[in-house]
T-cell receptor, first 114, second 116 residues
Framework: AQKITQTQPGMFVQEKEAVTLDCTYDTSDPSYGLFWYKQPSSGEMIFLIYQGSYDQQNATEGRYSLNFQKARKSANLVISASQLGDSAMYFCAMRESRGNQFYFGTGTSLTVIP | KAGVTQTPRYLIKTRGQQVTLSCSPISGHRSVSWYQQTPGQGLQFLFEYFSETQRNKGNFPGRFSGRQFSNSRSEMNVSTLELGDSALYLC???????????????FGPGTRLTVL
């Protein structure tokens, strides 16, 4: 089974609108971390936000927030007030407490329309 | 604090040749992971090294190998290159231990390998 599933290959959003990028995960480890990364066309992977499995509150970092629904095993990224510079690939990733391997989803390509 | 560095940034090789890519992690990071990224397959995990030992390995043929040195710097080698090995190779470093805030992977800029 896939550890990380991103079902939206491509998304479009109007500038200044909010957008939600979906991510579901699969693990039996009670302790894990969830990460979102942004990859612009330049190729660099930029860390955006982290959510721990025991965190009681949803993580927020500026315009990024993570909608963490543990029972549903989902960790959706919400970008508020989209900007043209947000156009990029977005990857959801997970790391379990056992082992150090990071599991990445297939990514979502976000395009912000002026 | 310097980020993850990868050399070279671009590389052009021909089929059958071998190539070595280098990665220097962030100071203090002992875990280094390698990924292959292609438009068709996305981001695929190659292997992870920690304290000079390979700790995790993805589903790649034996032509792909790596190693880590005592200063945590890592190299990956691809022998007998094939056209399908053309890709962006990303290196990432992280602290060891349980997942927690601040223990994310930090990526280098990648090495873009083209096999002709």
């Amino acid at each position: 089974a896939q550890k990380i599933t991103q079902t939206q290959p491509g998304m479009f959003v109007q500038e200044k609108e909010a957008v939600t990028l979906d991510c579901t995960y699969d693990t039996s480890d009670p302790s894990y971390g969830l990460f979102w990364y942004k990859q612009p066309s330049s190729g660099e992977m930029i860390f955006l936000i982290y959510q721990g499995s025991y965190d009681q509150q949803n993580a927020t970092e500026g315009r990024y927030s993570l909608n963490f629904q543990k029972a549903r095993k989902s960790a959706n990224l919400v970008i508020s007030a989209s900007q043209l510079g947000d156009s990029a690939m977005y990857f959801c990733a997970m790391r379990e407490s056992r082992g150090n391997q990071f599991y990445f989803g297939t990514g979502t390509s976000l395009t912000v329309i002026p | 604090k310097a980020g993850v560095t990868q050399t070279p940034r671009y590389l052009i090789k021909t089929r059958g040749q071998q190539v070595t890519l280098s990665c220097s992690p962030i100071s203090g990071h002992r875990s280094v992971s390698w990924y292959q990224q292609t438009p068709g397959q996305g981001l695929q995990f190659l292997f992870e090294y920690f304290s000079e030992t390979q700790r995790n390995k993805g589903n790649f043929p034996g032509r792909f190998s790596g190693r880590q040195f005592s200063n945590s710097r890592s190299e990956m080698n691809v022998s007998t290159l094939e056209l399908g090995d053309s890709a962006l190779y990303l290196c990432a470093s992280s602290l060891a231990g349980a997942p927690r805030a601040g223990n994310e992977q930090f990526f280098g800029p990648g090495t873009r390998l083209t096999v002709l």
